[in-house]
């Protein structure tokens, strides 16, 4: 595991009084008081190379004084070491916007979800719900069902004075949803408006693939300012998680990021296994399997992306070679998994069951074809003079930026900075096999599409040497962990969830679109206190309004389509 | 008196027979182009209305017509419907001076398959042309929405680079066949035995180029850029209204402007041509029918052709397309110029 070591800030503790250094297999933390924290910060960034801003939250303890938790994870990427710097606070805090953007993002978050104000922050505005809304649906003392305060009678009522019964007639009063007014507050605070016309880019348009509301402050065609309103798809599924057993959350990870369910779930999965610390118990045939589903689900995920990014581009016929691809990688996923989309095969411990009959030649058939055609479509596009004036220094993310907003996965990797955790954090079957890692020069956005497709030849690679090993195993290989003491550790997942001791860990992994991380802490039971989630996708979006700056409106489609956010996994 | 009489006659079958084939055409196209699209992109495309889709434009045509009239509010009604006009009129009147073949004789009276042969023939298809964008600028404007006004400017900025380009592109075999009338510039052709496409591949390119602009086709559809506009300028029309756009903008004219490439750089009705020995005709055995037969192919082809890099294209920025106009296409369309001023006393002989 990949955490920093405790003597490494020894001579931090000389310098800071009071701080405490934790340090356990599945984390490194330091514990330091709320005024002395933006100092620390500052110095991991500065003096000790913890230049990449991973992720910030908060745990609520009711019943604790001071109340909250706030957790910052850091990363060095030169010498591949994390860090979780801890403080208390009642509800203040100072914000680190200065040091990392994403922490800006970070803290509207857990200002949205806890009420936590920060001092400095520019624009402390709410990041998922509406300006209006009174609650912090994160807070303990929040219930899952929510505040039902608004009478909502049915249109059939109201219109035709239908007399409901039965299961028809359900409950008149809801939670509280926005109105029209609460909307256009909630943009207002966003954005003031400085030049021409203020283009409303979403929620429902085909170029921001999925839920998400831009405003463009246009001079002409020319961004002023952008913003992004973010919650359309909010479920809050980091307060379901608190309220589902461990293996009954798998399937919620499915669902935010719905393009590559495959990498999500195995995420969660190997989090959890951590924290259980029974890695070494999973057989090494799911290994495999999961190993290869989720690089199978990579490839799809990328394909998704190269056909709706060149579809933004205005190249029609890309997108439907590259969905015709995906259509039969889908087909092999149905066919292992018995699922297209939301997958949830992998279990903590191991896989669902095992590979079926034939599984591995058709995925030899599938690898063996694919790459010619990625080389044809290739041939359209990549020495394409339109593609490259469209593509070539557009959006340029240079390596300080990539720190400073927190980005992770091919935008990272566009731009020269080689941050894969399936290296720097081998899980599963990834120290086993052999891969590289692509990496861009510029960070345009033509070096983002180069990246993901050599990615998928990267993919492919891995895949191959997948099926060699799993076909060298014996059929009746175990595909599921067993458990040496079958009264303490329950692996069979159905219905009864299994006990985590207390603790906590941060573990990620390689999404498509960027480190997925999660951040679990356990008070033991069955279900976890409080996860985190760490969206690959959402870090990357912050970068979004500084490229869009003094850019047109073409490019705000090449720019966000090379990000490739998901909104299911922004929103969560 | 009798003549009058005749020629009005005569006339009145000219436009009836061309709208009906413009028209008919045109909608048929929109068949031709799914299909085209579809088997570029390994799909069969409209299968189930007829015999491989053949009825799917009536099918497409009645959905539309029987979709409600949708109004944005605090639009301006009067421009709205005008712009509908202002895009039809001007691009169907340009087949007003589009010659289909030769003349020919029957019952005793010479006719000649173009509606009118204007000595400015060509002056007026530009003129028509430039109409477009009245359209485009309307119905943006009136449609009172920001994606259809930012469409409309942007189609604006570009018919206005274009339009300039594509004159002076012109401007080539008009030297060389010293004349406006479009019969005219076609029978030059046969004389001098020469496609003047031989001389002026240049302005060939460059033409073809600002026909693909102005008909707002990939490579520069940006005025439609369903990702980042929607649908541009139609975003607030429904129904048949809506349908009459891309009607209009991707069909008629594209038919038109195909046919006037035909008529300036492809000899219009003259088959295969060797340059200054004379014409090869594999169709000899259509008799009297072979040029018309010509002509269709040709601008069949070429339609064909603009389809082809639609489906196959990304799309340009508007600042690069304009940029594009002004200082590459411009300058080679006045390189050319001078080089067939130097040229043309070596044609006239």
Redesign the interface.
């Given at each position: 595991m990949p955490w920093a070591k405790a003597e490494e800030f020894v001579e931090l503790k000389n310098r800071f009084e009071g701080l405490e250094v934790e340090e356990k297999p599945t984390l490194t933390a330091l514990h330091v008081d709320k005024g002395r924290l933006i100092e620390l910060l500052k110095a991991l960034k500065e003096e000790f190379g913890y230049k990449l801003f991973i992720d910030h939250s908060v745990i609520d303890f009711p019943d604790k004084d001071p109340r909250f938790q706030a957790f910052y994870i850091l990363y060095n990427v030169d010498e591949r070491k994390r860090v979780v710097v801890k403080t208390w606070t009642r509800g203040e805090l100072p914000s680190i916007e200065k040091l990392w953007f994403a922490g800006k993002w970070a803290e509207r978050e857990c200002y949205d979800m806890f009420g936590i104000r920060y001092e400095g922050h520019e624009n402390l505005v709410r990041a998922f719900m509406w300006e209006t809304y009174q609650y912090y649906p994160l807070r303990k003392d929040f219930p899952l069902e929510g505040y039902a305060t608004e009478y909502l009678p049915s249109l059939n009522e109201v219109l035709w004075g239908d007399n409901l019964q039965g299961l028809m007639n359900y409950d008149r009063m809801h939670t509280p949803v926005p109105t029209l007014e609460d909307l256009e507050i909630t943009e207002k605070r966003r954005l003031q408006k400085k030049a021409q016309?203020v283009?409303?880019w979403g929620p429902l348009?085909?170029?921001t693939h999925g839920t998400m509301w831009f405003l463009f402050d246009l001079e002409g065609?020319r961004v002023v300012q952008c913003d992004v309103i973010l919650g359309q798809l909010h479920r809050g599924v980091e307060k379901l998680a608190e309220n589902e057993m461990y293996n009954q959350f798998l399937v919620y990870t499915d669902r935010m990021d719905y393009l590559s369910a495959l990498c999500s779930n195995q995420a969660w999965v190997v989090a959890i296994e951590r924290l259980l610390d029974i890695t070494d118990l999973v057989p090494e045939k799911a290994k495999y399997i999961r190993t290869m589903l989720s690089e199978l689900q990579r490839i799809n995920s990328h394909l998704l992306w190269l056909g709706t990014y060149?579809?933004?581009?205005?190249?029609?016929?890309i997108f439907?070679?590259a969905f015709?691809e995906r259509e039969k990688l889908m087909d092999i996923i149905e066919g292992i998994t018995g699922a297209r989309l939301t997958i949830s095969f992998p279990r903590i411990g191991g896989v669902r069951m095992d590979l079926p009959e034939g599984a591995l030649e058709v995925i030899k058939a599938f690898i063996k074809r694919f790459p010619k055609e990625l080389k044809e479509w290739e041939t359209?596009?990549s020495r394409?003079r339109?593609?490259l004036?469209?593509n070539v220094d557009v959006g340029i993310i240079t390596k300080e930026d990539v720190y400073y907003y927190g980005l992770t996965g091919p935008v990272a990797r566009g731009s020269g900075v080689p941050y894969d955790i399936r290296k720097f954090e081998p899980y599963d079957a990834y120290e086993w096999v052999e891969f590289d890692i692509p990496v861009g020069e510029k960070g345009d956005v033509y070096d983002r599409y180069l990246v993901r497709l050599e990615e998928m030849r990267q993919s492919i690679r891995i895949i191959e040497q997948c099926v060699k090993a799993l076909e060298k195993m014996p059929k009746d290989a175990p595909f599921f962990a067993e458990s040496p003491d079958p009264k303490k550790l329950k692996l069979p997942l159905d219905g009864i969830g299994l006990k985590v001791p207390e603790g906590e860990i941060y573990s990620s992994g390689e999404n498509p679109r960027g480190e997925l991380g999660f951040y679990v802490y356990s008070t033991g039971g069955v279900k976890p206190y409080r996860v985190k989630i760490r969206p690959g996708s959402m870090y990357n979006l912050c970068v979004y309004p500084k490229l869009m700056k003094d850019r047109?409106?073409?490019?705000?489609?090449a720019i966000l389509a090379s990000l490739d956010p998901v909104v299911g996994e922004i929103d969560r | 008196m009798d003549s009058v009489l005749a020629w009005l006659i005569i006339t009145v079958i000219k436009i009836l027979v061309i709208l009906g084939i413009v028209l008919g055409i045109g909608a048929y196209l929109t068949l031709v182009e799914r299909k085209v699209a579809a088997h570029i992109q390994r799909r069969p495309g409209p299968m189930v209305v007829g015999w491989h889709g053949l009825l799917q434009p009536l099918a497409d045509g009645l959905k539309l017509l029987t979709k409600e009239d949708l109004f944005p509010r605090y639009g301006n009604r009067f421009l709205y419907n005008l712009a509908l006009v202002l895009a039809l009129v001007p691009a169907t009147l340009v087949f007003a001076v589009v010659p289909f073949g030769p003349e020919f004789e029957t019952f005793g009276i010479k006719v000649k398959p173009i509606l009118t042969d204007v000595n400015v023939g060509l002056l007026l298809v530009f003129a028509f042309g430039s109409m477009a964008v009245f359209a485009i600028a309307l119905a943006g404007w009136a449609s009172n929405s920001k994606y259809a006004l930012i469409g409309s400017m942007r189609k604006a900025g570009i018919v206005v680079s274009y339009e300039v380009v594509i004159t002076f592109a012109v401007m080539g075999p008009i030297i060389l066949a010293g004349t406006l009338s479009t019969y005219e510039i076609v029978q030059k052709q046969i004389e001098q035995k020469l496609w003047y496409i031989w001389l002026q591949p240049i302005a060939f390119v460059v033409y073809m180029f600002a026909v693909l602009a102005e008909m707002g086709r990939v490579p520069f559809d940006i005025q439609e850029a369903e990702a980042e506009l929607v649908t541009g300028f139609t975003v607030e029309y429904g129904g048949m209204k809506f349908g009459l756009f891309p009607l209009v903008e991707w069909y008629v004219e594209g038919l038109s402007l195909s046919a006037i490439a035909v008529v300036l750089f492809l000899g219009g009705w003259s088959p295969i041509n060797i340059p200054f020995l004379g014409f090869i005709d594999p169709l000899f055995f259509l008799g009297p029918l072979s040029p018309f037969v010509w002509f269709a192919l040709k601008v069949t082809l070429l339609f064909l052709f603009i389809l082809w890099l639609h489906w196959t294209l990304p799309r340009y920025r508007i600042d690069q397309i304009t940029s594009t106009a002004w200082k590459v296409m411009l300058p080679l369309t006045f390189v050319n110029l001078v080089l067939t001023a130097v040229i043309a006393p070596l044609i006239w002989r």
């Open positions: 016309i283009l409303n348009h085909p170029g065609e060149a579809l933004d581009l205005g190249a029609l016929t439907l070679y015709k359209i596009l394409n339109i593609w004036r469209r047109v409106i073409a490019d705000a489609v | -």
